[in-house]
């Protein structure tokens, strides 16, 4: 019976607002429906804590943090939550709704994936984590169940129920281990620790399981799967699927390296290391098909779908392999070996053929002497694989090149490729390592950071987090400092943090708005700024001419060593005071106020229609724009 049918949620209105319709899938904490928000007419994911966990304080306060963490991040590959609330015994969260499947979908129908897939679903998803681990948040929970592909081929991280913030408690539960166990850190596991590295840690994994289809540790408990993640290291994709690119192992065993210190320092980090590798590879690298079949574990349960669910965008995911044709027909009847007499005329003929084939194949046979198969030394030290080639009669020759996976002075390939028939008395080239190409950090103090970043890059480095730091040396925008140190030899792609300067320390700046221009100019210099003037001058109602009419920057403070620019004083801008004798109170005010000028009226005699019979300053004479003019009425 399906007990769907009979959730008490269905068809239910949380908070007067929210409509339950269907149910999508049922965790460990929560249960998440399809609702409809009535007030806005929009299909929306609703996140309902289980009625057992609403009544305990703090499985609710995580809820919350979910919905409060989430709310802060604003990014295309996060699921937006919309909204959050109680209603009766449902602690809920409203949330945008997302249809398709999830990652976990995915990689159990395709199995192993072609690298620029893998790629593709990664870097949003690094994308989504380094927004998260920019805010000060760590997932905690990442897994492919937790990734959705939408149906336009976008790809959202979600169920941030496990996030907490860097800054605060990053100690488990005592007794309790979060996360799930496939994906957990060594440090999580052991003391419960977590920050960006984390979720690196399970980025990782997660690359290693999308490139072999399957994960790197199993067991037949979670404890066994634990022990692995403590003490054995996650060993290169390319051991279970061969032929793929070295960087893609370098990459996937540095991200799931156990020392946490030895992964890239957050999503961000990891994810401009993957591109800069992406742009390294060839597309017959990208698009390399996998080299083993996916062998499907035990029988999963079946997934539970929306009805507009459909099949993933082609681009997406991995073309089903289709079996090769037989190469070879089915034997024929007993019947059809039967010899019949309207055949025998061909005997003659098949016989000569025969004899041909006969001689054609001892001819072939005298030709192998000439020949053999390349055999493999890979792995094998150069002085070993000449001994090995020398003894079968052939010619070496050495050539070296760098190898993050094969270490210094064995053999990375030969040419002609182990198995190609050559003849015995070939050249074979030998492609040498001279271990990892170690790139030394480039010197970019002084550089903008934009220039500083790029020369990193070049260097086969990857550029990891920028922090600001004042600095009365170095200009705002320009790199202070990296770490590591300038010139320090260290892997490809390990990542490069850069110091920028936010200029110099501010310092208190003094208001020399109304002081002669000698007067500013030595108090300005004496506070530790430099001075210029403004070429053009300004009248000022409140400065004489002359003097300070404004400065620029006019705070409180400002970076010393910065520049002060001050505009002189072309004193108060003078006007022709309008006559008004003669005119009523209301002309002669009407008169003066539009040409500028204030007016105070003084009236002699209160009775009749007085008029104007003396104003100072008098008509067409020049005085301050913006001054009183005193008119007399009588």
Request: glycine share 8%; net charge negative.
């Amino acid at each position: 019976m399906d007990t769907a049918l009979h959730d008490p949620l269905l068809g239910r209105l949380l908070d007067a607002r929210y409509r339950v319709e269907q149910r999508i899938a049922v965790g460990g904490m929560a249960t998440v429906y399809r609702g409809l928000d009535t007030r806005l007419e929009r299909v929306v994911a609703l996140k309902v804590m289980h009625p057992g966990l609403a009544s305990d304080p703090e499985f609710t306060s995580r809820f919350i943090r979910e919905a409060k963490a989430v709310a802060r991040l604003s990014h295309p590959n996060v699921v937006n939550v919309f909204d959050q609330g109680q209603d009766g015994d449902a602690v809920f969260l409203a949330m945008e709704y997302v249809p398709g499947w999830t990652l976990r979908d995915l990689m159990r129908d395709r199995g192993a994936l072609a690298p620029r897939t893998v790629l593709d679903i990664l870097e949003p998803i690094l994308a989504g984590l380094g927004a998260a681990h920019r805010a000060g948040l760590v997932h905690r929970d990442v897994k492919p169940e937790n990734v959705l592909l939408t149906e336009d081929g976008r790809v959202k991280v979600t169920d941030f129920g496990l996030v907490r913030a860097v800054s605060g408690e990053s100690q488990a539960t005592t007794g309790q281990v979060m996360g799930t166990v496939s994906y957990l850190a060594p440090e999580q596991i052991e003391q419960g620790a977590t920050d960006p590295r984390t979720d690196v840690y399970a980025c990782g994994i997660l690359m290693f399981e999308m490139l072999t289809g399957s994960k790197p540790y199993t067991g037949d408990s979670p404890m066994q799967v634990v022990y692995q993640h403590i003490s054995m290291d996650v060993p290169p994709p390319s051991s279970l699927v061969p032929g793929l690119a070295p960087e893609l192992d370098a990459i996937t065993t540095a991200a799931a390296s156990r020392d946490a210190n030895r992964r890239p320092a957050d999503a961000v980090a990891l994810l401009a290391a993957l591109q800069h590798i992406r742009r390294g590879l060839s597309p017959a690298q990208l698009d390399a098909e996998p080299g083993l079949p996916f062998q499907p574990g035990p029988q999963q349960p079946p997934v539970e779908r929306t009805s507009i669910m459909r099949e993933l965008p082609p681009d997406l995911v991995m073309p089903r392999r289709t079996p090769p044709e037989e190469r070879f027909a089915p034997p024929p009847s007993r019947a059809a070996r039967r010899p019949q007499r309207r055949r025998r005329r061909w005997v003659v003929p098949a016989v000569v053929l025969l004899v041909i084939g006969l001689v054609a194949g001892g001819a072939t046979w005298a030709l192998d002497g000439l020949y053999m198969r390349m055999p493999s030394v890979l792995g094998q030290t150069q002085g070993q694989a000449v001994q090995t080639l020398q003894a079968d009669g052939l010619t070496v020759t050495v050539t070296q090149d760098f190898s993050t996976t094969v270490a210094s002075g064995k053999v990375i390939s030969t040419n002609p490729g182990v198995g190609t028939r050559i003849r015995k008395d070939s050249t074979v080239t030998l492609d040498v390592s001279k271990g990892p190409d170690r790139p030394a950090v480039p010197d970019v103090t002084g550089k903008s950071q934009s220039a500083a970043e790029q020369a990193i890059k070049d260097a086969g480095l990857a550029v990891g987090q920028v922090t600001q730091q004042a600095s009365d040396s170095i200009s705002q925008g320009d790199v202070i400092s990296t770490d590591p140190a300038v010139g320090t030899k260290e892997q490809p792609n390990t990542v490069v943090n850069l110091v920028v300067s936010s200029g110099a320390q501010p310092v208190p700046l003094p208001d020399v708005v109304g002081e002669s221009v000698d007067q500013a100019t030595s108090d300005l210099q004496d506070a530790g700024f430099n001075v210029q003037l403004d070429p053009n001058q300004v009248y000022s109602p409140d400065a004489a001419a002359g003097d300070v009419a404004a400065q620029s920057p006019n705070g409180d403070s400002a970076s010393k060593g910065s520049t002060v620019t001050l505009t002189v004083s072309k004193g108060q801008q003078q006007a022709t005071v309008p006559d008004v004798t003669g005119q009523s109170e209301k002309d002669a005010r009407k008169a003066l106020e539009g040409a500028g000028f204030q007016v105070q009226t003084v009236k002699l005699n209160p009775f009749g229609t007085p008029t104007v019979h003396n104003q100072s300053p008098g008509g067409n004479q020049q005085a301050a724009l913006g001054s009183k003019v005193t008119i007399w009425l009588y």
